[in-house]
C-alpha cells in the first residue's frame, strides 16, 4: 500500500512540476522557403570538378575549371 502512496506522491510531483514549466517553444526553418533557380552545371575537361556553367572558362576542347586548366589541357595557338 505504501508502494502506490509513494508512487501517487511522484506522479503528483511531476504533474506539478511538469504544468510550471511548459516545453520550451522550437522555432522551425520553414521547409517553402525560396530556393535559387538551379544552375547548370559543367564538368572541367581537365581535372573532373563539377561547377556552375557561368564560372567555367570555354576553351576549344571543352570547359573548364579556371584559365591554369585551360591552358594546360589546350595546346598553345
Known amino acids: 500500500m505504501k508502494y502506490l502512496l509513494v508512487i501517487a506522491v511522484v506522479v503528483i510531483a511531476f504533474y506539478i512540476w511538469r504544468k510550471s514549466h511548459p516545453p520550451a517553444v522550437r522555432t522551425r ?7 535559387g533557380t538551379p544552375q547548370t ?5 581537365h581535372c573532373g570538378l563539377h561547377l556552375p556553367a557561368a564560372d567555367a572558362v570555354s576553351g ?5 575549371c ?3 586548366h585551360r591552358l594546360l589541357a589546350e595546346p598553345p595557338p
Not at 552545371?41 to 575537361?45: D, T
Not at 576549344?60 to 573548364?64: I, T
Open 29 to 35: 526553418r520553414p521547409t517553402d522557403a525560396p530556393t
Open 66 to 68: 579556371g584559365a591554369p
Open 60 to 64: 576549344e576542347l571543352g570547359v573548364y
Open 41 to 45: 552545371m559543367v564538368r572541367c575537361a
